[in-house]
């Protein structure tokens, strides 16, 4: 704080060497006293701390006179602190042209034009260095001395990443004083991001419950560790050490990021604290054998697994796969790679595809999180994984022949279980009853909060009612004439938030008898379904429904027509993709908090209801290879951000299955 004020006090003209000997109280005491009644302006670069803020303002009175300080810092928080009234200048990244622009005046000066013949390898440089002005600071005073030829530019260009990291001074160093001032429980939070790779969208229900399983945070009264989880992530996006790429319309993040310099600064610190070591290298038997004592490891390319039966950790707790695993070991050896980490947390082998699934990993009792591709089916022996929190089981064979997965019964004793993540329909029997002195005891899947993909068959009473803590549910499976009446079971489903239920197959499902019931329901995905007008009104009528997206769904003669008596009270969020829809007829009373719309490939659509843009709460209008009239853009009110795209990303069947189970 002295050299602050100091600092501070260094820019008053007339006051230098009076003030060497003064207490903190007296430079603040004198810096208040020259300041009074005048108009001043004062700039703090770099503020850490709301104390630190507090210290600095009481030294500058507020005469009303203009006077103005100007602050800047990482921290989000600090900056709302010092005036939760004024708004924030969030600072971005620089576009490619003022990257270039000044990698350009640091290595030429302001003066001098750069050489016709390194200015497209010049901008590539720029490109790379993620618009981050300290990267491109640190890459052109390397630059700088070079002789001014392509060749050596464009050796550049190609490590960039290591130029930076070899003047750590420069630029690690400053990034890691925002390391350095993290809480403890966010430092390996931060750190375990990089074990994904370079420039990966990392979507955030996975770093969420990989920072579950591992322990590193801890329950607050009345929050879930989920919840926790996602303050923390909020956390290190306000300190600016993440990137947000994508967020849920309510502001949740869906997605994030993390720029290159961050991420080589938190490898960097993750492999001085022993905490990761990431790689790309392809025998790992010898490689794991010397560094047995890190706590994780992420494999970024497809890795070489011979006889590890000598291996063994009691400290690894995590272990990322992103490639293939190329098995040269015998049969009875094969999968000893695994086994030899007893007390690993989290496995996650992204991309292998196993022909059966590998037992040896049962036998990892302390697994809470595993991510797995078989064409086999789940052995009955996964039960004994009675820690396991999340399993991801990716069956692609049966998910592209439609076919069902039978799930083993002993799963119902995986009692600690609080997600079961399947990318093919399911079938899951009703749980056994033991017997226990004169009465029957039904095991239960009582944590269980996520399920994906059942089929109908599995709805049934004996089965919900040992689900009695799930908040999200995935049906997926052929319609067929009893799936309704299964569908009715859905109402002991109490605490029931998000409903998915895709049908695939000629027949269509009919929300008749059921869909009235999902009271609890926020959000609801619908694909493969008939709707009927008198269904349609049985939606509106759902207290809490936020989130409605109809997926290629067939409406009762192709129009949706809505009553005034038809309100959507609190839905904020309507997506209509690929409908049988010709005339839709409604109006601002039938969505009166809609916040967005997203029309996708509404061919047949002839035009959106006029009185829809007068919706008061709408702010964006999404219309996706759609061929509505364009003269409906401009109508309604001003603040409406209409936006019109001629592709759809998710064009294949495969990336719109995908987006509707995600």
Same mark, same amino acid.
């Given at each position: 704080m002295r050299r602050l004020l100091l600092s501070l006090v260094c820019c008053i003209p007339g006051m230098a060497d009076k003030f060497l000997e003064k207490t903190e109280d007296e430079l603040a005491e004198l810096l208040y006293g020259r300041v009074k009644d005048r108009r001043y302006l004062?700039?703090?670069?770099?503020?850490?701390?709301? !104390?630190?803020?507090?210290?600095?303002?009481?030294?500058?009175?507020?005469?009303?006179?203009?006077?103005?300080?100007?602050?800047?810092?990482?921290?989000?928080? &600090?900056?709302?602190?010092?005036? /939760?009234?004024? /708004?924030?200048?969030?600072?971005?990244?620089?576009?490619?042209?003022?990257?270039?622009?000044?990698?350009?005046?640091?290595?030429?000066?302001? @003066?001098?034009?750069? /050489?016709? $013949?390194?200015?497209?390898?010049?901008?590539?440089?720029?490109?790379?260095?993620?618009?981050?002005?300290?990267?491109?600071? &640190?890459?052109?005073?390397?630059?700088?001395?070079?002789?001014?030829?392509?060749?050596?530019?464009?050796?550049?260009?190609?490590?960039?990443?290591?130029? &930076?990291? +070899?003047?750590?001074?420069?630029?690690?160093? &400053?990034?890691?004083?925002s390391y350095n001032y993290l809480p403890n429980h966010l430092k390996p939070c931060f750190l375990s991001i990089g074990a994904f790779p370079e420039d990966f969208e990392i979507k955030a229900r996975t770093l969420i419950q990989v920072w579950v399983a591992e322990g590193f945070l801890k329950a607050e009264r009345l929050k879930s560790l989920e919840k926790v989880a996602e303050e923390c992530l909020e956390d290190l996006s306000s300190r600016n050490l993440i990137m947000i790429r994508k967020r849920r319309f309510n502001g949740e993040i869906r997605s994030c990021g993390i720029h290159d310099l961050l991420r080589d600064l938190s490898l960097r610190e993750a492999q001085k604290e022993k905490f990761l070591h990431v790689t790309s290298i392809?025998?790992?038997? @010898?490689?794991?054998?010397?560094?047995?004592?890190?706590?994780?490891?992420?494999?970024?390319?497809?890795?070489?697994?011979?006889?590890?039966?000598?291996?063994?950790?009691?400290?690894?707790?995590?272990?990322?796969?992103?490639? !293939?695993?190329?098995?040269?070991?015998?049969?009875?050896?094969?999968?000893?790679?695994?086994?030899?980490?007893?007390?690993?947390?989290?496995l996650a082998i992204f991309s292998h595809l196993f022909s059966s699934f590998p037992v040896e990993i049962t036998q990892l009792i302390h697994l809470r999180y595993l991510w797995i591709r078989s064409n086999g089916n789940l052995p009955a022996s996964v039960s004994q994984l009675y820690n396991l929190q999340t399993l991801v089981f990716q069956q692609p064979e049966l998910y592209y022949m439609y076919k069902t997965l039978i799930l083993p019964r002993e799963i119902w004793n995986m009692t600690q279980l609080r997600r079961l993540r399947l990318l093919s329909g399911n079938y899951l029997s009703k749980p056994k009853r033991t017997d226990e002195g004169a009465t029957d005891t039904v095991l239960g899947l009582r944590n269980l909060e996520e399920l994906s993909h059942l089929c109908f068959a599995s709805c049934t009473a004996e089965v919900f009612s040992c689900l009695p803590n799930i908040r999200k549910l995935g049906i997926l499976d052929a319609a067929s004439?009893?799936?309704?009446?299964?569908?009715?079971?859905?109402?002991?489903?109490?605490?029931? $938030?998000?409903?998915?239920?895709?049908?695939?197959?000629?027949?269509?499902?009919?929300?008749?008898?059921?869909?009235?019931?999902?009271? #609890?329901? !926020?959000?609801?995905?619908? #694909?493969?379904?008939?709707?009927?007008?008198?269904?349609?009104? @049985?939606?509106?009528?759902? /207290?809490?429904?936020?989130?409605?997206?109809?997926?290629? +769904?067939?409406?009762?003669?192709?129009?949706?027509?809505?009553?005034?008596?038809? $309100?959507?009270?609190?839905?904020?969020?309507?997506?209509?993709?690929?409908?049988?829809?010709?005339?839709?007829?409604?109006?601002?009373? +039938?969505?009166?908090?809609?916040?967005?719309?997203?029309?996708? !490939?509404?061919?047949?659509?002839?035009?959106?209801?006029?009185?829809?843009?007068?919706?008061?709460?709408?702010?964006?209008?999404?219309?996706?290879?759609?061929?509505?009239?364009?003269?409906?853009?401009?109508?309604?009110?001003?603040?409406?951000?209409?936006?019109?795209?001629?592709?759809?990303?998710?064009?294949?069947?495969?990336?719109f299955w995908r987006a509707v189970l995600d």
């Open positions: 004062i700039v703090v670069d770099d503020i850490w701390s709301t !104390k630190v803020w507090d210290n600095v303002t009481r030294c500058f009175p507020d005469d009303n006179n203009g006077s103005r300080i100007i602050l800047t810092g990482r921290l989000k928080d &600090v900056a709302t602190y010092a005036n /939760p009234d004024s /708004p924030l200048h969030e600072m971005g990244v620089l576009s490619l042209d003022d990257s270039w622009k000044l990698l350009s005046i640091k290595v030429f000066g302001a @003066n001098d034009l750069c /050489p016709s $013949e390194l200015e497209v390898i010049g901008k590539q440089i720029a490109e790379k260095c993620g618009g981050l002005p300290l990267a491109i600071l &640190v890459v052109a005073g390397h630059l700088s001395k070079l002789a001014r030829r392509s060749e050596s530019w464009i050796i550049v260009a190609k490590t960039v990443s290591s130029v &930076v990291a +070899n003047d750590p001074d420069k630029c690690l160093g &400053v990034l890691g004083m392809r025998y790992v038997s @010898n490689f794991l054998a010397q560094r047995h004592e890190r706590r994780g490891f992420s494999f970024l390319s497809d890795i070489s697994l011979d006889d590890s039966s000598e291996l063994s950790s009691q400290v690894v707790r995590l272990m990322f796969f992103w490639g !293939k695993l190329l098995i040269h070991a015998p049969p009875h050896r094969q999968i000893s790679l695994f086994t030899s980490f007893k007390l690993i947390r989290v004439d009893d799936a309704s009446e299964y569908l009715k079971n859905l109402v002991l489903l109490g605490k029931l $938030e998000t409903l998915k239920c895709v049908c695939y197959g000629q027949k269509r499902l009919s929300l008749s008898n059921w869909c009235a019931s999902l009271t #609890s329901v !926020k959000r609801l995905i619908l #694909s493969g379904c008939l709707l009927l007008s008198e269904d349609m009104a @049985n939606l509106a009528t759902l /207290p809490n429904l936020e989130v409605l997206k109809l997926r290629d +769904n067939e409406f009762e003669g192709q129009a949706w027509t809505l009553s005034d008596e038809d $309100e959507f009270n609190q839905l904020k969020f309507l997506l209509l993709a690929e409908p049988r829809l010709v005339n839709w007829e409604a109006g601002s009373v +039938n969505f009166p908090t809609l916040q967005k719309l997203v029309l996708r !490939k509404c061919i047949r659509l002839e035009e959106v209801p006029n009185d829809i843009v007068e919706i008061c709460t709408l702010e964006v209008i999404e219309l996706i290879c759609c061929s509505i009239r364009e003269e409906q853009e401009s109508m309604g009110n001003s603040c409406l951000d209409v936006r019109a795209y001629a592709n759809d990303e998710s064009s294949s069947l495969f990336d």
